[in-house]
């Protein structure tokens, strides 16, 4: 099992910057790939940024030069920097985990989502 606590998430001026956090506790050695995702209003849930455990980092195109992701492996944290900030970002962002299982589908754990608004 693994837990995440997401975090950083608030009101914010386009433009401007946010940094999200993602605290990861349980069966945490064998997670595959972090990554972080985006719900905007009436939209599905998208992929912003993953890195794997190997450092392999991928990006949405519409963040890229904009967000950054990033691990802290001794504080068993996740980070997303969020620069020049756009309403077009507004939504939920929600802290994955990803175990690739030999015997079946990944299994995907979620945190509770952290509210990120930008007002033009």
């Known amino acids: 099992q693994v837990q995440l606590v997401e975090s950083g998430g608030g009101l914010v001026q386009a433009g401007g910057s946010l940094r999200l956090s993602c605290v990861v506790s349980?069966?945490?050695?064998?997670?595959?790939?972090m990554g972080w995702y985006c719900q905007a209003p009436g939209k599905q849930r998208d992929l912003v940024a993953s890195?794997?455990?190997?450092?392999?980092?991928n990006y949405a195109e519409s963040v890229k030069g904009r967000f950054t992701i990033s691990r802290d492996n001794a504080k068993n944290t996740v980070y997303l920097e969020m620069n020049s900030l756009k309403a077009e970002d507004t939504g939920v962002y929600y802290c994955?985990?990803?175990?690739?299982?030999?015997?079946?589908?990944?299994?995907?754990?979620w945190g509770q989502g952290t509210q990120v608004t930008v007002s033009s």
């Open positions: 890195i794997t455990k190997g450092g392999n980092i």
């Open positions: 349980g069966s945490i050695f064998s997670i595959n790939t």
């Open positions: 994955n985990a990803k175990k690739f299982m030999s015997w079946g589908p990944a299994i995907d754990s």
